[in-house]
């Protein structure tokens, strides 16, 4: 959108993401309810409320109470990735409007290095605390790193590095972390996979004509 128009809008940007999430939230979420009300789910009258005004407000994320005690969060729980996202989506359009382009990349990739030092001594000092890793501040940078990666790769100068160099190596690497228990549950583990799971992806959308680009 800022190529073709030179600059990006704000307004249409949010009411093209609010049809595309919203639609399919109401009914589930409505669905749900109904199913709840009959009984039918495990989802008590008292907790319902709750949990459907976390996933409608998209932090389903942030409460210790529903996400660890709710009977029936089973059924909404999925919405902390939902809520993750869209808590992203507030603060990117933000960065990419205040920003000049030279900057945007640095300032997502130094963002996402302080998210993961932050995991790192959050999650060392609270090790029994397991909804933590849902918190925004301890994942956005699943979404971060995605997005400082799809900056650079408009790069003229950097987008034929790319396409040269990531064709294996991050799936190996990927494939590697996941055969050797190694690091399995380690919020390193986790910063080493929020990394090359965006140069994965990256690498069989530039090279889509060779087996790695096929096969994903």
Not at 39 to 56: Q, Y
Not at 73 to 101: D, I, K, N
Not at 178 to 193: A, I, K, M, Q
């Amino acid at each position: 959108e800022e190529r073709i128009h030179g600059k990006i809008h704000l307004k249409d940007f949010y009411i093209r993401r609010g049809f595309r999430i919203l639609p399919p939230v109401f009914l589930y979420l409505g669905v749900i309810s109904i199913l709840a009300v009959f009984s039918v789910l495990p989802i008590t009258r008292a907790e319902l409320p709750a949990e459907l005004a976390e996933c409608l407000l998209f932090c389903r994320n942030i409460n210790p109470i529903t996400i660890a005690h709710a009977s029936g969060g089973w059924y909404t729980g999925h919405f902390w990735s939902l809520s993750l996202e869209e808590q992203f989506y507030l603060f990117l359009p933000a960065c990419l409007v205040l920003m000049t382009r030279r900057y945007r990349a640095h300032a997502l990739g130094a963002l996402a290095v302080a998210v993961a030092v932050h995991r790192a001594q959050a999650m060392g000092a609270c090790p029994g605390v397991w909804w933590l890793k849902y918190h925004p501040d301890i994942r956005i940078d699943a979404l971060l790193v995605p997005a400082m990666i799809a900056l650079l790769a408009l790069s003229p100068q950097l987008r034929p590095i790319f396409q040269k160099y990531l064709r294996f190596w991050p799936l190996g690497v990927v494939v590697f972390l996941c055969l050797v228990p190694f690091g399995h549950g380690t919020t390193w583990g986790l910063t080493v996979f929020i990394w090359l799971l965006p140069a994965i992806v990256l690498g069989s959308v530039l090279n889509p004509a060779n087996m790695f680009g096929r096969l994903l």
